[in-house]
């Protein structure tokens, strides 16, 4: 099986290659994804997916057929990014140099996105039936870490086909290491209000230097990550009341809950209102807003975003590593260390909302990710086009060397 692979790859690679370098200089900032859905359409088409189609809330779906309606296995990665730096000069250049192909999303997660697409269309070109079913899809909305296009893909639109993955495997930058988890994150409005305008500055005043405190060391290799993270400062004098806003994100790990957590940020915040001189009144909620996909559909999101794992000895990832030593490729266990605030993946959704084993396998370093340069190493691209496409058969493929997907 993986000779036949192989010899399928060689064809491929160049064509996965230059699919990456257009996605990357096609811009598709979160909620207006709608130019690179039409390239991902387009490759899909042309590389004669059963059915192709883009869904309400704007996701590409590509589907590969197997004889039977189960196992069925998601292939996911997004297709927004960040908003562009002022400070990048050619974000979307999709320069290739040095082995490298740069621009905004090159890693997170273009690379990864073409990987998968092309992981399908080797499978289909190899010819090795699969038991069950293959869907890639492209997502939107997941750089603002809610996942928005994937909610509405397993809700909605899969149900509507009659499918349910089992199992999903996320293109997101792993360096072709199988990961399994990562931290989450909540981000919390906080509003502080008094009749005294020194005392309720005071309390801005501490709650933010309070905060700044909050980094640990506790990432591999002792990498710094962000705990707390405070943004959009506004101070109002409204009707003789000085009033403060502030955004504050929290790191949040597996066993904490929400409501604790918020109730324990308001007690510490209001002992803090207490020493500036009290009087002050302390606000904490979960922040909500209304977003607007680019089909014009509209939905109320809450940023949180929960820890997720799967767990490491699952039988999906022992098939999967077992399947990737057979075919000759690296296997790296491991999970996302997020040093920033505000990043994650659609593995929180996938696992909590919908109980659905998940790992990531992607090209590109996740220190890459929304990074000043950013870029993804051509080689590991076309590594995670072949990993991807034999893990995919490991898990819905039919039989090889004895192996069968009923044992999963």
Not at 284 to 309: C, D, F, I, N
């Amino acid at each position: 099986m993986y000779k036949i692979l192989q010899e399928k790859m060689t064809s491929l690679k160049g064509e996965a290659v230059d699919f990456a370098r257009q996605l990357v200089q096609t811009g598709s900032q979160s909620l207006d994804e709608t130019r690179v859905a039409g390239l991902v359409e387009a490759a899909m088409r042309a590389q004669g997916f059963y059915k192709v189609f883009q869904d309400d809330f704007g996701n590409v779906i590509g589907l590969v057929s197997g004889i039977r309606a189960s196992p069925t296995i998601l292939l996911n990665c997004h297709m927004d990014t960040v908003a562009p730096s002022a400070e990048e000069a050619h974000t979307l250049s999709g320069k290739i140099e040095n082995g490298r192909l740069y621009g905004l999303g090159a890693a997170d997660c273009k690379g990864g996105l073409a990987a998968q697409v092309f992981a399908g269309a080797l499978l289909k070109r190899s010819l090795l039936p699969l038991k069950g079913n293959l869907i890639i899809a492209a997502t939107t909305a997941e750089e603002n870490g809610l996942s928005l296009g994937l909610r509405g893909l397993i809700e909605k639109t899969l149900p509507d086909l009659g499918l349910k993955p089992e199992f999903a495997i996320l293109g997101e930058p792993t360096e072709l290491g199988l990961y399994y988890g990562h931290d989450g994150w909540m981000e919390m409005d906080v509003r502080v209000e008094g009749l005294n305008p020194f005392n309720v500055d005071d309390t801005v005043n501490a709650i933010v230097n309070d905060l700044g405190k909050g980094y640990a060391s506790n990432g591999e290799g002792g990498q710094r990550r962000e705990m707390f993270k405070v943004s959009e400062l506004d101070f109002r004098n409204r009707k003789g009341n000085r009033s403060a806003s502030l955004r504050v994100a929290r790191r949040m790990e597996p066993e904490e809950e929400i409501g604790v957590v918020l109730g324990q940020i308001k007690e510490s915040m209001e002992k803090l209102a207490g020493s500036a001189g009290g009087q002050v009144a302390v606000e904490v909620m979960v922040r909500q807003e209304k977003q607007r996909l680019y089909t014009g559909k509209v939905a109320v999101v809450h940023h949180v975003a929960r820890a997720w794992s799967t767990d490491p000895f699952h039988p999906m990832i022992d098939r999967a590593r077992q399947a990737l030593e057979a075919a000759g490729c690296l296997v790296k266990p491991g999970k996302w260390q997020l040093g920033r605030l505000g990043m994650g993946t659609a593995g929180s959704v996938l696992t909590n909302e919908f109980k659905i084993p998940t790992i990531g396998y992607g090209p590109g370093l996740e220190t890459q990710s929304h990074a000043l340069g950013e870029w993804v190493e051509i080689d590991k691209l076309t590594a995670a086009l072949y990993g991807s496409a034999v893990i995919a058969h490991s898990l819905v493929g039919i039989p090889v060397c004895g192996w069968t997907s009923d044992e999963i």
